[in-house]
Nanobody, 122 residues
């Protein structure tokens, strides 16, 4: 199954910022909904943010006001800007891209990517 590629993680101090990227491995001329989830050690994977095919964003309560999800159409990627990071944001962040029918072809929902580690120290 096709996997997206996440990047942009790293280690920052509380209050810092990071920008994560999610790149599809298949190019389409249509916009696809992109979802970000995260998984902290010992916890279940949880929803963080989503941008739908009409570029409408949706955020978990924990992300509202601090995270922004948007597209970079020129690079065929979606990014999530994370500001005012907290130690509770420490997790592996994963993206997944929703299915779409585009140009007469069906693109199924991707598998999870390998994830990118975000570590926020206090």
């Amino acid at each position: 199954q096709v996997q997206p590629v996440e990047s942009g993680g790293g280690s920052v101090q509380a209050g810092g910022s990071l920008r994560l990227f999610c790149a599809a491995s298949e190019y389409t001329t249509c916009k696809r909904a992109v979802n970000w989830y995260r998984q902290a050690p010992g916890k279940e994977r949880e929803f963080v943010a989503r941008i739908n095919d009409l570029d409408r964003p949706m955020y978990a309560d924990s992300a509202k006001g601090r995270f922004t999800i948007a597209r970079d159409n020129a690079k065929n990627t979606t990014y999530m800007q994370m500001n005012s990071l907290k130690p509770d944001d420490t997790a592996v962040y994963f993206c997944r891209i929703d299915s779409i029918a585009c140009g007469g072809r069906w693109y199924p929902t991707t598998d999870w990517g390998q994830g990118t580690q975000v570590t926020v120290s206090s």
